[in-house]
């Protein structure tokens, strides 16, 4: 079931889908317990549950501010969907919707994420957040991606520690010369 939204001006909406290769289950079971969201939701600081249908989430928003919310759940079916809303008074309206559905071919799950949004600051805020980079529908794209390393991975890859090809080519070009 599809959550209905009533529209209005300024209200932006992003979908975007994903194949994972893990079952339904694993994938809902993860996602469902909200505490994991900020381990591949980079812009997420936070989220405390409240209840089994409330939670406190804190997120990052441009120019080093953050933006608090109460967001309940609206709907739910256990390995198949969940859907959301903001509570009122708090300082993001947005409610979406993620899913759950076998990829064709046996080649795991297809998750699919719908949000919609009134941007904080209306037009201005949300040009201010695509200049930053904090715009949900570029945030959304990383978080799938990095949700899909985890689950599949274990862990998100990092370059950190890592040699770097020309920083290195140099450094080791510089150690011959003092030799």
Do not use: C
């Not at 001006?9 to 505490?35: H, M, N, P, Q």
């Amino acid at each position: 079931m599809a959550l209905q939204v009533r529209e209005k001006s300024g209200a932006r909406r992003i979908r975007k889908t994903l194949t994972v290769l893990r079952s339904a289950e694993d994938l809902y079971g993860y996602w469902r317990d909200f505490e994991h969201l900020p381990q591949f939701m980079d812009h997420v600081e936070s989220v405390t549950v409240l209840d089994d249908k409330r939670s406190h989430w804190v997120a990052k928003a441009p120019l080093g501010q953050t933006v608090e919310w109460d967001a309940e759940i609206h709907e739910e079916r256990t390995n198949e969907y969940i859907t959301w809303r903001s509570l009122s008074g708090s300082q993001v309206e947005h409610s979406g919707e993620v899913r759950f559905r076998p990829a064709s071919g046996d080649r795991g799950t297809e998750v699919s994420v719908m949000i919609r949004y009134v941007p904080p600051g209306g037009r201005v805020g949300a040009t201010i957040a695509k200049l930053f980079g904090e715009e949900p529908s570029q945030q959304l794209d990383e978080d799938l991606y990095r949700f899909k390393q985890i689950m599949e991975a274990g862990r998100i890859p990092t370059i950190a520690g890592q040699p770097h090809g020309q920083r290195q080519f140099l450094a080791a070009a510089m150690q011959r010369m003092e030799t």
